[in-house]
């Protein structure tokens, strides 16, 4: 059974920084896409940013790149988001999610096992 099991969520002033921690397990850590997804309540999941794990090639939406940066332990099987100079509109539940082999077009169809969350606030 795959388990990812996401942390570090907070609420935070404008321009601060968070870094959020997805663990997995049951899970082949290799060849394959880990992403972070977000929610926020009445609009659809958005794809943030997804890494290939057997090669650590990065994507990132328009909206975070420059500020938010996706990276992986593969020895500890864990997926890290740090996130640089947020904004107000970050605000959202953080979705860690394994994807495969089209996984970096950040589409969550591409993606068949999710964690259950974790929550970004962030004030003006």
């Known amino acids: 059974q795959v388990q990812l099991v996401e942390s570090g969520g907070d609420s935070v002033q404008a321009g601060g920084s968070l870094r959020l921690s997805c663990a997995a397990s049951g899970y082949t850590y290799s060849s394959n896409y880990m992403g972070w997804f977000r929610r926020v309540p009445g609009k659809e999941r958005e794809g943030v940013a997804a890494?290939?794990?057997?090669?650590?090639?990065?994507y990132y939406a328009a909206s975070v790149k420059g500020r938010f940066t996706i990276s992986q332990d593969n020895a500890k099987n864990t997926v890290y988001l740090q996130m640089n100079s947020l904004k107000p509109e970050d605000t959202a539940m953080y979705y860690c999610?394994?994807?495969?082999?089209?996984?970096?077009?950040?589409?969550?169809?591409?993606?068949?096992?999710w964690g259950q969350g974790t929550q970004v606030t962030v004030s003006s």
């Open positions: 999610a394994a994807g495969g082999p089209m996984g970096w077009r950040l589409r969550e169809r591409e993606y068949g096992h």
């Open positions: 890494i290939y794990t057997g090669g650590g090639v990065t």
